[in-house]
């Protein structure tokens, strides 16, 4: 017998921060509900929004929730965030959350949204998008570095299952 640690999958969500619509926000709910009754951990920028819905849903199905904050202090985390990490980096820490999953889960979004999944490429981790944003090359050409699935129950799946098979 070894004393090795089991290491839950990791799984983030990402997205606006402040004013996402009330649908993105109930989308982000149900994959957070979903990513913890799977038993993994959910990783999030720790801020309100589609983060402390996401976080929401964890902690309602029992959860371990990550904030990985912008902030020096932990004090900005959204209630939902079992540990918060601040990191003091401001925006930087898109980087951060990008590396921290074994899948992520980007619902809608603004600039920032657009960053980590920017960083999530780079780094060769599944990125399912829920009404977020569509890339294209310079020459227009669709990028399908993004897999669109609407349905957050498909999605909250479809991530679990792809951030196994990268693990395995």
């Given amino acids: 017998m070894t004393n090795e640690a089991v290491r839950p999958l990791r799984i983030a969500v990402i997205g606006k921060g ?26 999030t920028g720790g801020k309100g929004g ?34 918060p990490i601040p990191t003091g980096v401001g925006y930087a820490r898109n980087a951060i959350v990008a590396r921290s999953a074994d899948a992520v889960i980007a619902i809608g979004g603004a600039y920032g949204t657009l960053s980590e999944i920017g960083f999530v490429l780079n780094f060769g981790t599944p990125v399912i998008g829920i009404h977020t944003w569509q890339l ?29 098979a990268r693990r395995a």
């Fill in 18 to 43: 402040f004013g996402a619509s009330p649908e993105l926000e109930a989308a982000a709910e149900t994959v957070g509900r979903i990513v913890a009754e799977a038993g993994a951990v959910l990783v």
């Fill in 50 to 83: 589609v983060m402390a819905a996401a976080s929401r849903g964890a902690i309602i199905a029992g959860g371990v929730t990550i904030g990985l904050l912008p902030d020096a202090t932990d004090e900005s985390a959204n209630p939902w965030v079992t540990i």
């Fill in 136 to 164: 294209a090359d310079a020459n227009g050409t669709p990028d399908t570095g993004i897999e669109a699935i609407d349905d957050p129950n498909e999605a909250a799946q479809r991530a679990l299952a792809l951030g196994a």
